[in-house]
């Protein structure tokens, strides 16, 4: 399996502009996860969606933020507008079904995506 | 907000040398994961230890976990060059299973 892929790796924008992060996550897992990673805030959870579901959206920051997972193999995060303080890495990360049971939740990671906002 | 916090925030020894972090979270947990991130790359997985279990080993990382103390640590023994990273501990928040992440512990090693 390729992993999780997250596009594009770079993005500079500047203020005021739409931004479109995309993720794939590995095939079969039944979680995805949006995370922001900045120096002052450490990595924080955006949202995260459970089979194609958003479950819990509280970590997004904003209205200006979005996030949609149309099928299984497909999310986006969106900002618009974009403003500097967004400037920060982008993880898209996906996990198998987590239940009491088997209650791994094991994280894979995509790559990140740095975004600048100027 | 943040459930785990990694302590000390960063630590550099010389290779060969063991190196143990620690992390410390604020509620009941079901499991507690260690992460790794080198530099401008994702997170990647490292062990999982269940909140019945006490101590955990995995080739030259041992963690350990005292629920009584909300506490964990991670031990890398003869580090190596290629140890230096930022490692993570993530925790689920009680009743929860969405793990969340402290600010990391950044090592470095000296070859």
């Known amino acids: 399996d390729a992993g999780v892929i997250q596009s594009p790796r770079h993005e500079v924008t500047e203020m005021g502009q739409e931004v479109t992060l995309r993720c794939k996550p590995i095939?079969?897992?039944?979680?995805l996860f949006w995370y922001r990673q900045t120096m002052m805030r450490g990595l924080e959870l955006l949202i995260y969606?459970?089979?194609?579901?958003?479950?819990?959206d509280s970590g997004m920051p904003e209205d200006r933020f979005s996030a949609k997972m149309p099928n299984a193999s497909f999310s986006t995060l969106k900002i618009q507008p974009s403003e500097p303080r967004d400037s920060a890495v982008y993880f898209c990360?996906?996990?198998?079904?987590?239940?009491?049971?088997?209650?791994?939740?094991?994280?894979?990671f995509g790559e990140g995506s740095r975004l600048t906002v100027l | 907000s943040q459930q785990g916090e990694e302590d000390p925030q960063a630590l550099s020894i010389q290779e060969g040398e063991n190196a143990t972090m620690n992390c410390s979270y604020k509620t009941s947990i079901n499991n507690l994961q260690w992460y790794r991130q080198n530099s401008g790359r994702g997170l990647v997985h490292l062990i999982l230890?269940?909140?019945?279990?006490r101590e955990k080993h995995s080739g030259r990382l041992r963690v350990t976990l005292d629920t009584s103390k909300k506490s964990s640590s991670l031990l890398i023994t003869a580090s190596r060059a290629a140890d230096t990273a930022s490692y993570f501990c993530?925790?689920?928040?009680?009743?929860?299973?969405?793990?969340?992440f402290g600010r990391g512990t950044s090592l470095i090693v000296h070859p």
């Open positions: 095939s079969g897992h039944d979680y």
């Open positions: 993530a925790t689920p928040p009680g009743g929860s299973y969405i793990p969340t």
């Open positions: 969606f459970n089979n194609n579901v958003p479950i819990d």
């Open positions: 990360a996906s996990s198998l079904r987590v239940t009491v049971i088997l209650p791994s939740g094991e994280l894979f």
């Open positions: 230890i269940r909140s019945n279990e």
